[in-house]
């Protein structure tokens, strides 16, 4: 199972969209990526599954794409409750997670 | 409501054992693949083990295979973790989270903190 590249720190204003990458080593990330969000000293919460779906309960300003070895979160309309750890993880006869990406909300 | 609660963490010295316990409530356990996961203090989430509804499969990161066993009772939905010859570096909080098609974690329990002391 390939490793999975976040970057490490993003920031952003209220208000604005950012996106999350989350790149695959070597070849396609596949149609099996989730995304978590995760407050400190928290479990993490799941955000998107399965590339783009979203569970119930969470709010339509995630939203979760793919494009070859690249899937990616974006956040639109961020707001300061946003600012937490956000996790890639795909699935490929075993569970990879990214590292993570601090997101700051400035 | 799906409600994961993990115990059985502590500190425990390099070499020895522990096991962990993931009480199930709010659905069908037995319906479900379960997992673990684990973060040491400060860093990322890892994967560790998977395991099967019924109990018939289990699959290991290969940082923990031949150390620690995943295992559940579904008549007590409790999924279990033994942790066997542990290291410092297998110091973390320990989830457990459940598994829907293939998607960890579409929920998690609190964690529970292992401390592996050398």
């Known amino acids: 199972q390939s490793a999975l590249t976040q970057p490490a720190s993003m920031s952003g204003s209220p208000g604005q969209s950012i996106t999350i990458s989350c790149t695959g080593a070597?070849?396609?990330?596949?149609?099996?990526v989730s995304w978590y969000q995760q407050y400190p000293g928290k479990a993490p919460k799941l955000m998107i599954y399965?590339?783009?779906k979203r569970p119930s309960g969470v709010s339509n300003r995630f939203s979760g794409s793919k494009s070859g070895n690249t899937a990616s979160l974006t956040i639109s309309g961020l707001q300061p409750e946003d600012e937490a750890d956000y996790y890639c993880?795909?699935?490929?006869?075993?569970?990879?997670f990214g590292g993570g990406t601090k997101l700051t909300v400035l | 409501e799906v409600q994961l609660v993990e115990s059985g963490g502590g500190l425990v010295q390099s070499g020895g054992s522990l096991r962990l316990s993931c009480a199930a409530s709010?659905?069908?356990?037995?319906?479900?693949?379960m997992h673990w996961v684990r973060q040491a203090p400060g860093k990322g989430l890892l994967w560790v083990a998977r395991?099967?509804?019924?109990?018939?499969?289990?699959i290991y990161a290969d940082s923990v295979k031949g150390r620690f066993t995943i295992s559940r009772d579904n008549a007590k939905n409790t999924l279990y973790l033994q942790m066997n010859t542990l290291r410092s570096e297998d110091t973390a909080v320990y989830y457990c989270?459940?598994?829907?098609?293939?998607?960890?974690?579409?929920?998690w329990g609190q964690g529970t903190l292992v401390s592996v002391s050398s």
């Open positions: 993880c795909s699935y490929a006869s075993t569970w990879v």
């Open positions: 989270a459940r598994d829907s098609r293939y998607t960890l974690g579409d929920h």
């Open positions: 070597s070849s396609d990330v596949g149609n099996l």
């Open positions: 709010g659905f069908t356990f037995s319906d479900y693949w």
């Open positions: 399965e590339v783009t």
């Open positions: 395991i099967y509804s019924d109990g018939t499969n289990t």
